[in-house]
C-alpha cells in the first residue's frame, strides 16, 4: 500500500520557469472532501506489533479529522485496543477504518454517532438532524 501525497511538486521547463506538477487525477486525495461531516469513533484491536508503523503512518495521513485518540496495551491477551474519535465525511471515515482493517493483524470497525452533520446543523432545520441516515 503506498502512501498518497498531496504535496505537489516543482520542475523547470525548458524554458528556465518552474512549472507545478499536481498528483496523478486518480490517486485518492483525503483533503479534497467537502461531503458533510460525521462523528465517528473507530475500534482498532492490534494482535500483530509488526503493522504500528503503518497504522500510525495511516493515522497521521488522516490526523485532520482526527480528534483524539486512546491506546490500551492489553498484556494479558497480547493486544493492544485503540480507539480514535474523528470528526470527518462518511467516506473518509469509511476509507480510513477499510485501510486499518487491511493491514496485518489488524481489526477495525466505526460507528456512527447520531449527531447532526454540520451542513444539517448549519441549516437551522430542525427535521434535517432526523433524516441523516447511520
Given amino acids: ?24 487525477a486518480s490517486a485518492f486525495d483525503p483533503e479534497s472532501s467537502c461531503a458533510p461531516s460525521r462523528v465517528a469513533l473507530i475500534g482498532i484491536i492490534v494482535s500483530h506489533p509488526q503493522s504500528v508503523d503503518q497504522l500510525n503512518a495511516l493515522l497521521h495521513q488522516y490526523s485532520r479529522w482526527i480528534i483524539g485518540r486512546m491506546g490500551i496495551p492489553y498484556a494479558k491477551r497480547d493486544v493492544n485496543i485503540i480507539s480514535v474519535a474523528v ?48
Fill in 1 to 24: 500500500m503506498s502512501a498518497v501525497s498531496s504535496v505537489s511538486t516543482s520542475s523547470v521547463a525548458a524554458s528556465g520557469t518552474a512549472t507545478s506538477v499536481a498528483p496523478a
Fill in 87 to 134: 470528526d470527518a465525511p462518511q467516506d473518509i471515515i469509511s476509507a480510513l477504518s477499510g485501510k486499518l482493517g487491511r493491514l496485518p493483524g489488524v481489526n477495525a470497525k466505526a460507528i456512527y454517532s447520531k449527531v447532526p452533520s454540520d451542513k444539517a446543523a448549519a441549516s437551522g432545520n430542525p427535521d434535517a438532524a432526523k433524516r441523516i441516515q447511520p
